[in-house]
């Protein structure tokens, strides 16, 4: 039985089967779906689990409430890798009252068919449990319109949503007294730039909304539970969604026979020699594209490698540029190599890309034709120092 605090227990599951989150994104390292129980007067659940995890889920509501009915379900998110078990919940508990806003009720019914039970709360809605009482405050786009987050004002302790939540399961405890920070803060800047990288604007505004709040534990639906790095929590997700960056570059690229990844080694090593210190190259044909998406979240610079293919970009240059420019990525430097063999297209289209999301693109771009001899040293030494001058 994992106790949180007061009468708060943790009763969430690791996952280290699916290997791709929401079937996209790798999960080397597992996920964990965090849910919580309150055992108070009343017994609330905090967010359910993926439903494949629902057995293990809910031996461990039984363990911490002792076989207690629960009283109420609190949905902060519907997004089904938490929602997924609340039918067969229900099934179990079928006096539960369900508790959400209106657009979390709507998807309830959409979802799971469940339309009786229910509670509706609104922005600033309370419950009481007895000794706790619980306040509701919407959080809409971080990650899903309905999402709001749960404040228990006695424990001080917010239930965050996938607000402040990571990639990686919880090997070995659940809260940072026994899990590391820094041990989950790739995961954390992964998740961020894969799952709520969009959302920069709305996640700032949950940021403010909430820093009035006295809070001693952060407990998200993914991740170790913050006790002692809130600080380093709160300030990275502030980071993040103000799209800040430190100094260092990914050289991302295509390169079907080598020529223009050739290109590319060239420009890192002058990059390195213009004192660009951190530069991350990958080639996009067999990247971990969540990876990628990480460290453009790290770092301002951007440089983009892309041979021309079918007179457009080579497809997986193609689809890492609306990935950036889904996540509406603000404050990166770009610079642009394209390389075709008897017809130029993929430089042209990276500078439409470019003009469509307002993007700072380096002025003096590389366009090879058939191999780096059509290219001076002269041209990848200015590139690379207006490059790093510019960062
Ligand atoms: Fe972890 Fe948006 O669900």
Not at 8 to 21: M, P
Not at 33 to 55: H, L, M, P, R
Not at 164 to 186: I, K, M, N, S
């Amino acid at each position: 039985m994992k106790n949180i605090k007061n009468s708060i227990f943790y009763v969430g599951v690791n996952d280290r089967t699916t290997h791709l989150f929401e079937r996209l994104w790798s999960l080397r390292r597992g996920v964990s779906y965090n849910s919580y129980v309150i055992v108070d007067e009343k017994v609330a659940v905090i967010d359910t689990v993926e439903a494949s995890s629902a057995g293990t889920f809910f031996g461990n509501i039984a363990e911490a409430t002792g076989g207690r009915p629960v009283d109420y379900l609190i949905v902060n998110h519907m997004e089904p890798d938490h929602s997924g078990s609340i039918a067969m919940l229900r099934n179990r508990y079928p006096e539960m009252k369900i508790v959400g806003n209106a657009k979390t009720l709507q998807m309830i019914a959409g979802y799971y068919g469940i339309s009786d039970n229910l509670v509706e709360v609104a922005d600033g809605g309370t419950l009481s449990l007895g000794k706790e009482t619980l306040t509701f405050y919407l959080a809409p786009m971080v990650h899903w319109p309905e999402t709001m987050v749960t404040y228990a004002s006695e424990a001080k302790v917010l239930f965050s949503g996938d607000a402040f939540g990571c990639f990686g399961a919880l090997d070995g405890g659940v809260t940072d007294e026994q899990l590391r920070f820094e041990d989950y803060y790739d995961e954390m800047v992964r998740y961020y730039a894969c799952i709520v990288g969009k959302y920069g604007a709305p996640v700032q505004k949950a940021i403010q909304k909430l820093s009035a709040l006295q809070i001693d534990v952060i407990a998200a639906t993914h991740g170790p539970v913050w006790m002692n790095s809130i600080p380093k929590v709160i300030a990275l997700y502030d980071e993040l969604s103000r799209y800040a960056a430190g100094k260092g570059v990914v050289l991302a690229y295509g390169s079907m026979y080598g020529n223009t990844a050739a290109l590319c080694d060239e420009i890192a090593c002058k990059l390195r020699s213009n004192g660009v210190e951190k530069i991350k190259i990958y080639d996009l044909s067999s990247a971990d594209m969540s990876e990628v998406l990480r460290d453009i979240f790290l770092y301002r610079g951007l440089v983009v490698a892309s041979p021309t293919y079918n007179n457009e970009l080579f497809p997986p240059v193609r689809e890492l540029l609306n990935k950036v420019a889904e996540r509406t990525v603000k404050g990166r430097l770009f610079g642009f190599v394209g390389s075709f063999t008897w017809a130029s297209a993929a430089l042209k289209r990276m500078n439409e890309y470019a003009e469509k999301n307002a993007w700072e693109v380096l002025p003096c771009s590389i366009e090879m034709k058939q191999s780096a001899l059509s290219v001076r040293d002269e041209q990848i030494e200015e590139f690379a120092k207006q490059f790093a001058e510019a960062l």
